[in-house]
Structures are given as C-alpha cells and as structure tokens.
C-alpha cells in the first residue's frame, strides 16, 4: 500500500502552474527527501500533500484515502519551517508540543494518561525534557526545530513529513536532527523530507525526489551530491542557481519574508 | 466608606470585576494572533450597531452584539486571506463603523448624548438586569476561553500545522472573532467602546512580565484584569472620576509597575543563554587566578556550554578542566 499517492497533480494560480503533472508514491517505511532549488515548487508540494493547498486537478491520497475524505490526521505528523511560527503569548515548550495531540483528542476531553505519556515520550527522543517548562522562543534554533519534531510525534503517527528542518540549524544541531530522525525511522515510519541538500541526512535517504520548476525531474536512489551537481544524469540541463521568475509567486502568505 | 454602600456602586463593581476578568481572556488570544487593536476596531464597528439600537428603540446593546458579530466576522475573512490590502481593508471598516455610528446616532432624538454612554462607559448607570445580562455573558466567554484552551492555542499559535491535525481551524477563527465581539459589547457599558481593547491587551501585557507560558499568562492577565477593573472603579468613586479611564489608568499603572520585572527577566535569560558548543577556543589557556573555586551557588553565572558549564565573571569564562580552569 501507498502511503502518499499522487496521480497528475498541478496546482495553478491564476494561469500561471505552480506544480504540473506530479506523479509520485511513496511507500510505507519509505525514507525521501524531496530536493529542489528555491521557487521550485517543493513547499507548495507538500503543503499540497497535507491538504494546505488544493490541487486544481490530478488527485492526492494519503493512506490510501483521497485527500477530501481523509480524517485520521493522527497518522500524519508535519514539521514545518520554523520561520511559519509568530507569536505574541510566550508558550511552553510543553504547550507547543502538547497541541500536536489534538488531532487525539476530542473536544474538552483531558490530556488523560495516554496523552500525558505520548508527550513525554516525545520530548524524551528530542532530548527536551528538561526544557519542558521553558518559553518555546528561548530554544536555539535546532532545539526548536526539535521541539517542532516532538510536537509531530506527540500524536504518535506514522507518516513524517518536514519542511526544510536544517533551515538556519547549525551543522552539530543538523546531525542531533538526524540522529532523531534515525530513531523514528528505526521504529518503522515513513519520513518525506524537503531538503535544500542532503548534508547530515544523506545516510538515512532511501530515495530523492527532485523538483525543478513545478515538474519532478528526478525519481530514484539518492544523489550523493547536491541536486546541482546532478547533471551527469539522464537530465542534461544544468539548474539555474538563481531563482526562476515564478519564485516570489512560489510561496504561501506564511512564508513570505522568511528564511528561505 | 459610604460610598461603597450605595447599591449602584456595588453594581459597578461587580459588573467591573466580571469584564475584568472576561477581557483579558479573549485578550491573550488576541495578543497571541498578533491582533491587539482587532478589539479597538469592533470597538468602532460597535458605534453603527449602538446607534441603530437607539435609533429604533431597540436594546443598544443587543445590537450592538449584532453588528459588532458581523463585523468581526468580516476582519477575520479578511484577515484568514490574507490580502496584501487587508489592513487598508480593515480600516475602510473600523472608520466606516465610527462615522457610521455617529450619523445615524444624530438622527435619534437625544441620541448623540445617549451614544457619549456606549463610547466612554456608563459604569455606574447599570441595572441589575443590565449586571445579569453582563455575568451571562461573561460567563460564555471565559467558559468557552478556558474549556477551548487547547484547540484555540494551536490555532492561534501555528495556523497551518493546526489545519494538519484535522481540526476546523476556519471555525475556531471565527469563534475568537465572535468572542471577541461578545467582550467588546459586554465591555462597553464599563469601560466604554473607545477604551475596551485596554481592558483586553493590557493585562496581557503586564501578565507576560511574570509568566513563561500560554495558559499561565492566561491566568495571570486574567487576575490581573480583574484587579484593575475593581480598584479602577473603587478610586473613581473616591475621587469623583470618570470609571471607565479610571480603569484604564490603573491597567497602565499595573503595566508601568511590572515591565521593569519583565526586562530584568530578558536580561538574566540572556546571560544564561547556553554558549555554541563548536565554539571553544582552538588553544589551551588555563585561567591566571586558581585561588577561587566555582561550583554551585559559588557567586558566578554558570551557563551551559555544550557538555560542560562555564562560569562567567568579570568578562572571562571558566570551565573545569583537570584540577584547574580553563580560559573559554
């Protein structure tokens, strides 16, 4: 069975194709890293994978389910870029990663025990427990991207998906981060990671997905280099290094602004 | 104090203590979306739904809840599309409500001198049906502020990693804009349209000089605001002020008070920042003066630097290493 199917997606905006004919599946256990240049289109395609956007045609399916069907968000853990984050209440790191078991939990119904331990367990694989009770903005910028993995598994899913997590994150804290995501593919879940390059990653990466303007130009073992270098493969046109002309259109009202 | 004896003060202060403590409630989700002045705004939206309501004879403030409903429920469309024109949006309505307000007040018998209640607070004017009206009203918000907790944080927080959990983000938005609205109007014979969105971000802003987290700042600001409110009305009537400024002073006062606790707060979680681990210095320097030793409650900072801890003094930092101390 297919953990994320896509069959001929686009999404176009105004008449202008942010994504065109987007085929992919990825199985279940599978670990992908999904690579592209800036503008690309590979934020848009996840936010298209976890319902953010809506394809304009072409269908998604996650756990075998058509995307408008699908309920069971608590198989789903997303973490995002940090930079999507705004807030003018200081929170807890406890309360920030306590929201991601709301799609556990029923309306006005307490954390309860389950909830309590599933919480804990995922501040322990993230090393945060002692910072629990910390404001979230006092974290460095790898332990929040942490706390934002911890919130994804408070829920206890099986499918990961992570937007760009080494965005602004230190090489030390880049390795901490693949460390966790070792464990939590060690125990069988299925990760579909954006990446700018594959850097601490790259040992865990079954299989790169490349994205270049809107189109997937690479499906298959991972590269060892950076998507940039991949020239020497069946796709003989270089990338362009600057951004092409749909990048300022490439990106949700969220993102504008932050760090690319 | 005889004073305090008159029923329509004791009205006043309970009405006061009610709002107090429901503003402040709405208010830290506010604060927290980033929309501070949004209660300012169906605070002027308000205005047109107060004069309709003494325009046609109708309960002002029941209209008001009305308008001040529908109003805030066009912010938060504009608001969750996000426009780039959304602001300039925003202000076509909050201005459109105010002028709005005031022509149709104008067409009412007495009514701009009646609407003078509605803009500034008419606190000690209250009925007890006025004060019943106030407490059921109250009491829906702060139920629904507190039991909602949860969801209602996630929403505000991360609006895009709380679509992900399956939860209907659009309508919990909607429902922080009708509490909203529900507040300004329930604030509105306190402290008065003009000054309500005081009453809801300023005891936030004092509380976040104190707390660490979403729900502690909730409580606090909502202690706060309570506080406020009562000795806010309590020194008007001593004084022979105007309540609904009176409030707002002390509100202000309570932040003045607090903030200078909120910077000391900044400052000490600024040295203990932990240092970069990679950060250590290529070559080994012990340090000059070995006749103190660092530990804990020794005097200096200890700051965590990657596994070990430093100890930070007169611009050096220290780190145990074999019996003497290294230069960090």
Same mark, same amino acid.
């Given at each position: 069975?297919?953990?994320? #199917?896509?069959?001929?997606?686009?999404?176009?905006?105004?008449?202008?194709?942010?994504?065109?004919?987007?085929?992919?599946?990825?199985?279940?256990?599978?670990?992908?890293? =999904?690579?592209?240049?800036?503008?690309?289109?590979?934020?848009?395609? %996840?936010?298209?994978?976890?319902?953010?956007?809506?394809?304009?045609?072409?269908?998604?399916?996650?756990?075998?389910?058509? =995307?408008?069907?699908?309920?069971?968000?608590?198989?789903?853990?997303?973490?995002?870029?940090?930079?999507?984050?705004?807030?003018?209440?200081?929170?807890?790191?406890?309360?920030?990663?306590?929201?991601?078991?709301?799609?556990?939990?029923?309306?006005?119904?307490?954390?309860?025990?389950?909830?309590?331990?599933? @919480?804990?367990?995922?501040?322990?694989?993230?090393?945060?427990?002692?910072?629990?009770?910390?404001?979230?903005?006092?974290?460095?910028?790898?332990?929040?991207?942490?706390?934002? @993995?911890?919130?994804?598994?408070?829920?206890?899913?099986?499918?990961?998906?992570?937007? #760009?997590?080494? !965005?602004? %994150?230190?090489?030390?804290?880049?390795?901490?981060?693949?460390?966790? $995501?070792?464990? $939590?593919?060690?125990?069988?879940?299925? %990760?579909?990671?954006? =990446?700018? #390059?594959?850097?601490?990653? !790259?040992?865990?990466?079954?299989?790169?997905?490349?994205?270049?303007?809107?189109?997937?130009?690479?499906?298959?073992?991972? $590269?060892?280099?950076?998507?940039?270098?991949?020239?020497?493969?069946?796709?003989? #046109?270089?990338?362009?290094?600057?951004?092409? $002309?749909?990048?300022?259109?490439?990106?949700?009202?969220?993102?504008?602004?932050?760090?690319? | 104090?005889?004073?305090?004896?008159?029923?329509?003060?004791?009205?006043?202060?309970?009405?006061?203590?009610?709002?107090?403590?429901?503003?402040?409630?709405?208010?830290?989700?506010?604060?927290?979306?980033?929309?501070?002045?949004?209660?300012?705004?169906?605070?002027?939206?308000?205005?047109?739904?107060? +004069?309709?309501?003494?325009?046609?004879?109708?309960?002002?403030?029941?209209?008001?809840?009305?308008?001040?409903?529908?109003?805030?429920?066009?912010?938060?469309?504009?608001?969750?599309?996000?426009?780039?024109?959304?602001?300039?949006?925003? +202000?076509?309505?909050?201005?459109?409500?105010?002028?709005?307000?005031?022509?149709?007040?104008? *067409? +009412?018998?007495?009514?701009?001198? /009646?609407?003078?209640?509605?803009?500034?607070?008419?606190?000690?004017?209250?009925?007890?049906?006025?004060?019943?009206?106030?407490?059921?009203? +109250?009491?829906?918000?702060?139920?629904?502020?507190?039991?909602?907790?949860?969801?209602?944080?996630?929403?505000?927080?991360?609006?895009?990693?709380?679509?992900?959990?399956?939860?209907?983000?659009?309508?919990?938005?909607?429902?922080?804009?009708?509490?909203?609205?529900?507040?300004?109007?329930?604030?509105?014979?306190?402290?008065?349209?003009?000054?309500? /969105?005081?009453?809801?971000?300023?005891?936030?802003?004092?509380?976040?000089?104190?707390?660490?987290?979403?729900? /502690?700042?909730?409580?606090?600001?909502?202690?706060?605001?309570?506080?406020?409110?009562?000795?806010?009305?309590?020194? /008007?009537?001593?004084?022979?002020?105007?309540?609904?400024?009176?409030?707002?002073?002390?509100?202000?006062? &309570?932040?003045?008070?607090?903030?200078?606790?909120?910077?000391?707060?900044? *400052?000490?979680?600024?040295?203990?920042?932990?240092?970069?681990?990679?950060?250590?210095?290529?070559?080994?320097?012990?340090?000059?003066?070995?006749?103190?030793?660092?530990?804990?409650?020794?005097?200096?900072?200890?700051?965590?630097? &990657?596994?070990?801890?430093?100890?930070?003094?007169? &611009?050096?930092?220290?780190?145990?290493?074999?019996?003497?101390?290294?230069?960090?």
């Amino acid at each position: 069975m297919s953990v994320i #199917e896509l069959s001929d997606c686009a999404l176009v905006v105004g008449s202008r194709p942010l994504l065109s004919r987007v085929n992919l599946s990825i199985s279940r256990g599978e670990v992908v890293a =999904l690579l592209g240049d800036n503008g690309s289109g590979k934020s848009t395609l %996840v936010k298209m994978i976890l319902g953010l956007r809506t394809a304009t045609s072409g269908q998604v399916r996650l756990f075998d389910t058509p =995307l408008p069907q699908f309920h069971q968000w608590h198989r789903v853990g997303y973490v995002p870029q940090r930079s999507a984050m705004a807030s003018g209440v200081p929170a807890t790191v406890w309360e920030v990663v306590t929201s991601g078991r709301l799609s556990r939990r029923r309306l006005f119904a307490p954390l309860g025990s389950n909830g309590r331990n599933a @919480i804990a367990g995922a501040l322990e694989s993230v090393d945060l427990t002692e910072r629990a009770h910390d404001p979230f903005d006092t974290l460095s910028g790898g332990q929040q991207q942490r706390a934002l @993995i911890a919130r994804a598994l408070a829920a206890e899913p099986e499918l990961f998906v992570l937007d #760009e997590p080494n !965005a602004g %994150v230190d090489t030390a804290n880049q390795e901490a981060l693949a460390a966790t $995501l070792e464990v $939590l593919v060690s125990r069988g879940a299925t %990760v579909l990671v954006v =990446l700018h #390059e594959l850097g601490a990653m !790259a040992p865990l990466v079954d299989r790169t997905v490349v994205i270049h303007d809107g189109k997937i130009t690479y499906d298959g073992a991972p $590269l060892t280099h950076s998507h940039g270098s991949h020239h020497h493969h069946t796709h003989e #046109e270089m990338l362009p290094h600057v951004p092409p $002309l749909s990048a300022p259109l490439d990106r949700s009202p969220s993102e504008r602004g932050g760090i690319r | 104090m005889s004073a305090f004896a008159l029923p329509f003060v004791q009205l006043a202060l309970a009405a006061a203590l009610i709002t107090g403590i429901a503003a402040p409630t709405v208010g830290t989700y506010l604060v927290q979306r980033r929309l501070s002045l949004m209660g300012d705004g169906i605070g002027h939206i308000a205005v047109t739904g107060v +004069a309709l309501g003494l325009l046609t004879g109708q309960s002002p403030t029941l209209i008001a809840i009305v308008v001040a409903v529908l109003g805030a429920l066009a912010i938060e469309v504009i608001r969750a599309t996000g426009k780039a024109s959304g602001d300039v949006a925003l +202000a076509l309505l909050f201005y459109g409500g105010i002028a709005g307000g005031l022509v149709v007040a104008s *067409r +009412a018998g007495n009514g701009a001198a /009646s609407l003078q209640r509605y803009l500034f607070g008419s606190i000690l004017t209250m009925t007890t049906t006025d004060l019943v009206v106030t407490a059921v009203l +109250a009491a829906l918000v702060i139920g629904i502020s507190v039991l909602m907790l949860p969801q209602l944080f996630a929403v505000c927080h991360d609006e895009e990693y709380a679509r992900t959990t399956g939860m209907p983000v659009r309508l919990y938005g909607a429902l922080i804009a009708v509490l909203a609205a529900v507040t300004v109007t329930v604030a509105m014979r306190t402290v008065g349209l003009l000054l309500v /969105s005081a009453l809801m971000v300023i005891p936030v802003a004092t509380a976040q000089q104190f707390t660490k987290g979403f729900r /502690s700042t909730m409580l606090t600001a909502m202690v706060v605001g309570a506080s406020a409110a009562v000795s806010g009305v309590a020194l /008007s009537a001593l004084i022979d002020a105007p309540p609904g400024a009176m409030i707002v002073l002390v509100c202000l006062a &309570g932040f003045l008070a607090a903030a200078p606790v909120g910077m000391i707060r900044a *400052r000490r979680a600024r040295a203990r920042l932990p240092f970069q681990p990679h950060l250590n210095p290529l070559e080994h320097e012990s340090a000059q003066h070995s006749d103190h030793v660092h530990g804990d409650n020794c005097g200096h900072l200890a700051v965590n630097h &990657g596994d070990h801890i430093d100890y930070v003094h007169d &611009g050096h930092r220290h780190a145990v290493h074999e019996g003497h101390y290294d230069e960090h």
